[in-house]
C-alpha cells in the first residue's frame, strides 16, 4: 500500500513561517509530480503549489513569491515552505502524489490525511 503523510501544520501568527513535509511511503515504484492543495471551511480544496518529477513549479496566485515547493525524491519527501502567512492562508493542508506502484503501467493520484494551519491575526 501507499501512504502519505504530512507533518508541520501548526498555529502562526500572521507574518510567520511554517514549513510542511509530505513523506510518502510503500510499494512505490515512482512518483511523478507532488502537490500541496488546501481546502479552508466552507471552500472548495484548491490547488497552492505542484512540483514535477523535472523541476517544473506552479503555483496559485495567491502564495506566489511567499510559499516555496521542493522535494528530495531520494527520500520520496515534498516539502512547502510558507512564508509571510496570513490569516486567509488557514486551511488544512493535504499533500498530493501521483505515482506508479511497483509492478503497475498506470499512475494514481494519492492523498495524505492532511495538516491543519491556522494563521492568526
Known amino acids: 500500500q501507499v501512504q502519505l503523510v504530512e507533518s508541520g501544520g501548526g498555529l502562526v501568527q500572521a507574518g510567520g513561517s511554517l514549513r510542511l513535509s509530505c513523506v510518502a511511503s510503500?510499494?512505490?515504484?515512482?512518483?511523478?509530480?507532488m502537490r500541496w492543495y488546501r481546502q479552508a471551511p466552507g471552500k472548495q480544496r484548491e490547488l497552492v503549489a505542484g512540483?514535477?518529477?523535472?523541476?517544473?513549479?506552479n503555483y496559485a496566485d495567491s502564495v506566489k513569491g511567499r510559499f516555496t515547493i521542493s522535494r528530495d525524491n531520494a527520500k520520496n519527501t515534498s516539502y512547502l515552505q510558507m512564508n509571510t502567512l496570513q490569516p486567509e492562508d488557514t486551511a488544512v493542508y493535504y499533500c498530493?502524489?501521483?505515482?506508479?506502484?511497483?509492478?503497475?503501467?498506470?499512475?494514481?493520484?494519492?492523498w495524505g490525511q492532511g495538516t491543519q494551519v491556522t494563521v492568526s491575526s
Open positions: 510503500g510499494n512505490i515504484f515512482k512518483i511523478n509530480a
Open positions: 512540483l514535477t518529477t523535472g523541476g517544473i513549479t
Open positions: 498530493n502524489a501521483d505515482l506508479y506502484r511497483i509492478g503497475e503501467r498506470l499512475s494514481f493520484d494519492f
